[in-house]
Structure formats: C-alpha cells, structure tokens
C-alpha cells in the first residue's frame, strides 16, 4: 500500500535561493492539496488541485510561490527567492472523488520540513 | 470566515485518565467536522469525523459528538494509554471555489497530548 509520499523529507537553503518539493498522492485521487504548517499552529490551507487544474490559491501564496500538476499525478510546489518566514513544514494531501459525498478523506504526506538559513 | 478554536495544551495525563480536548468551530452553513492526530514523527491522519448535527464519531476508543447548539466537536476517550500520546487537531470542511463538493479543511492550533505510565 503506497500512501502520500513527499520529497524530500528535510530541505536546508539559504534565503535568496529557490526549492522545489515534489508530492505522490495515492495513485486513484484526482484531488490533491497542499497546506503549510509552522512550530505551534495547525495546517494552513495553500492551493488545491482537482485532476490537473488549480481551482483555489490561498492568499497566504504570494507571486514567489508557484504549484504544479501536470497531467494530473504528481504535484511540485515551487518557492523562489526563499526568506526565513517560508521555513515551515509543507504537507500535501490526496483524496478520492466519490461522487454524492459533501466530504472526501484527505490522506497526507509525511511533509516536508524547509528550514531557510 | 470559519474558524476552529482548540483549547490548548499540552495535556499530561496518567494512563487510564479520561481525556477531554475541547473544540469549538465558526462556520457558515453547515460543515463537516473531524479530530486528526499526528504521532511523533508520523503525517497527519483523520481520527474520527462526523457530517451532521448530533453525529457521534467514533474510533479507537474516542469519541466526539457535533453539537450545532453549542457549536462544539469535543474529543473525548475514558481510559487513556501511553499510545495516546499524540499531537491532536479538530478541523473542520470549508468550500473550495465557488460550487461543488470540493473541500479544504480549516485547522485548530493542535493539542499535545502525553500519557505517562
């Protein structure tokens, strides 16, 4: 059973400089997202996909945040330009599309944890 | 907007204690509510949910119950183990976009529970 993977798991950059995180949700879900989640608080909404097309971005993504899903599989979260306000923990999330359903369980990644020197 | 209101923690408690993290939640309409728990160094997985006024949730031995009058979802569970030990959320559905049954999910600032033997 492959679940949400993330990679990589831990990433170390220095400010100024520009990351890319790469999410595999569960091979049958066609919606996947992405939340941002700091020491203390819970998960932050960031930006959703349904197949490969971005219905929603949070306005806590600013112009130096950029999220892909080509084809429809897997995901990349860009960041350019990084600044230590970005280090946080990146989560991504799949889940199915069922139809009739108001709510789908979303399944997450381990995360990845960004820390910008 | 919506928000969700976790009382906050950490929470030490001796096995076998009966164990209460309140929730309250804002919300326009009527969402569907969830407690996620994230084991230490483990992704965030959902405990238990429920989609309507007077639902009980249920897993593992917690329970909460969507409470429309009090605007609540509070997890409890009678006996505790050191298993338990947990960073615990309560969340709730928001809509994504401007129709359909897509979601995000709205996060409380979690709640760190520990279990001592």
């Known amino acids: 059973d492959t679940g949400v993977s993330q990679d990589p798991r831990h990433k170390i950059t220095k400010r100024g400089q520009n990351v890319t995180f790469r999410c595999d949700p569960i091979?049958?879900?066609?919606?996947l997202y992405w939340y941002r989640q700091t020491l203390g608080q819970g998960p932050e909404f960031l930006t959703y996909?349904?197949?490969?097309?971005?219905?929603?971005k949070s306005r806590l993504l600013s112009d130096r945040f950029s999220a892909e899903r080509p084809k429809g599989s897997f995901s990349t979260l860009e960041i350019q330009r990084t600044e230590q306000g970005d280090s946080a923990m990146y989560l991504c999330?799949?889940?199915?599309?069922?139809?009739?359903?108001?709510?789908?369980?979303?399944?997450f990644g381990p995360g990845t944890r960004l820390t910008v020197l | 907007g919506n928000s969700v209101t976790q009382m906050e923690g950490p929470v030490t408690l001796s096995e076998e204690a009966f164990l209460t993290i309140n929730c309250t939640y804002t919300?326009?309409?009527?969402?569907?509510l969830f407690w996620y728990v994230q084991y230490p160094g483990e992704g965030l997985q959902l405990l238990l949910k429920?989609?309507?006024a007077d639902d009980k949730g249920s897993n593992k031995g917690f329970e909460a119950t969507y409470r429309k009058e009090t605007t609540s979802f509070h997890l409890e569970k009678g006996s505790v183990q050191v298993s338990d030990s947990a960073v615990y959320f309560c969340?709730?559905?928001?809509?994504?976009?401007?129709?359909?049954?897509?979601?995000?999910?709205?996060w409380g600032l979690g709640t760190s529970l520990a279990v001592n033997p």
């Open positions: 091979s049958e879900h066609n919606r």
């Open positions: 919300a326009t309409g009527y969402p569907s």
């Open positions: 996909f349904q197949n490969e097309a971005q219905l929603e």
């Open positions: 969340a709730l559905s928001d809509r994504v976009g401007d129709a359909g049954n897509n979601r995000k999910l709205i």
């Open positions: 999330a799949s889940s199915p599309y069922l139809s009739g359903g108001s709510y789908n369980e979303q399944f």
């Open positions: 429920a989609t309507k």
